[in-house]
């Protein structure tokens, strides 16, 4: 089975730049995707086709993909933007099953 | 706005089978596929199936191929799925997504969940 590896957690101060990583074999063909999950909430879409922010959210997000690996780059980070994040992708041999990281756990203090 | 909304969990015992729904508002339900995606209690996001537009398309995740069938009535702005064969493992949050284009791209907009426990 196809997997994505993510940071368990991450860890910035207020106003610092996080970073998180995602790697997998298939991404240089397929797009990544990136959500933000609160504590008790639904998953929200922050980034979609590696790189394109939905209206609504803060430009202060952003994605970017190189190789095998997608990253995902809160510029600023804010108090609020502490949550859980997940990479997203699809499997390349074409079966269109899709797949999650395990997530990563973002600290601001 | 869209809105899903998810129906049909609850406890239900190891073997038995259940039916979730999900009926969305506020977009044209028949021109975009849709996505379960499951998440257990303290555990992450888990992809589950998926559907194209027209229903001509399903895919599944191995853990839930040959147990799980998501279908859709367009006619009713529902998609479904069933769950046969539960196990303890199935416990989880369910969420229906829709995807932002005609098969599967990814999950975009998100219901709020329904919880199913299997127990006996």
């Known amino acids: 089975s196809y997997d994505l590896t993510q940071p368990p957690s991450v860890s910035v101060s207020p106003g610092q730049t996080a970073r998180i990583t995602c790697s997998g074999d298939?991404?240089?063909?397929?797009?990544a995707y990136w959500y933000q999950q609160k504590s008790g909430q639904a998953p929200v879409l922050v980034i979609f086709e590696d790189n394109k922010r939905p209206s609504g959210i803060p430009e202060r997000f952003s994605g970017s993909s190189s190789g095998t690996m997608a990253t995902l780059t809160i510029s600023g980070a804010q108090v609020e933007d502490e949550a859980d994040y997940y990479c997203?992708?699809?499997?390349?041999?074409?079966?269109?099953?899709?797949?999650f990281g395990g997530g990563t756990k973002l600290t601001v203090l | 706005q869209v809105q899903l909304v998810e129906s049909g969990g609850g406890v239900v015992q190891p073997g038995r089978s259940l039916r979730l729904s999900c009926a969305v508002f506020?977009?044209?339900?028949?021109?975009?596929?849709m996505h379960w995606v499951r998440q257990a209690p303290g555990k992450g996001l888990e992809w589950v199936a998926v559907?194209?537009?027209?229903?001509?398309?399903?895919y599944y995740a191995d853990s839930v191929k040959g147990r799980f069938t998501i279908s859709r009535d367009n006619s009713k702005n529902t998609l479904y799925l069933q769950m046969n064969s539960l196990r303890a493992e199935d416990t989880a949050v369910y969420y229906c997504a829709r995807d932002p284009g005609y098969s599967s791209s990814g999950p975009e907009y998100w219901g709020q969940g329904t919880l199913v426990t299997v127990s006996s």
């Open positions: 298939a991404l240089p063909k397929k797009y």
């Open positions: 559907i194209w537009y027209d229903g001509s398309e399903k």
């Open positions: 997203y992708s699809t499997d390349s041999s074409g079966n269109h099953r899709g797949v």
């Open positions: 506020g977009f044209t339900f028949s021109s975009h596929g």
